[in-house]
């Protein structure tokens, strides 16, 4: 019954900003990493960012400089602030969270419903 709910995709020129949100609920004990992936059209999804429990980042060669993970643990909120954007940033974005459910042993992989970023040029 776990849900995460994305919020804050849109169309933007190229170089503006967008911020991302995704909010984890349900029977939730725990909740490790968190992170963004996105998929254009007829291209495989891919990793944007991730961001371990205790706040440490990655993210794709792609966007390093111009991406920013971060989260909330209190709210299990993980946001995307994504600035100076390209029309190739152009995808749906998914938002992910490795956590473990009260009551279970391992530690599973969650997604949201994926939320359309476009960038015109």
């Known amino acids: 019954q776990v849900q995460l709910v994305e919020s804050g995709g849109g169309l933007v020129q190229a170089g503006g900003s967008l911020r991302l949100s995704c909010a984890a609920s349900?029977?939730?004990?725990?909740?490790?990493?968190m992170g963004w992936y996105h998929q254009a059209p007829g291209k495989q999804r891919e990793l944007v960012a991730v961001i371990s429990s205790g706040g440490s980042t990655n993210y794709a060669d792609s966007v390093k400089g111009r991406f920013t993970i971060s989260r909330d643990n209190a709210k299990n909120t993980v946001y995307l602030q994504m600035n100076s954007l390209k029309p190739e940033d152009t995808a749906v974005y998914y938002c992910n969270a490795n956590l473990i459910a009260p009551g279970e042993r391992v530690w599973r992989d969650y997604w949201g419903q994926g939320t359309q970023v476009t960038v015109s040029s």
């Open positions: 349900g029977r939730i004990f725990n909740i490790n990493h």
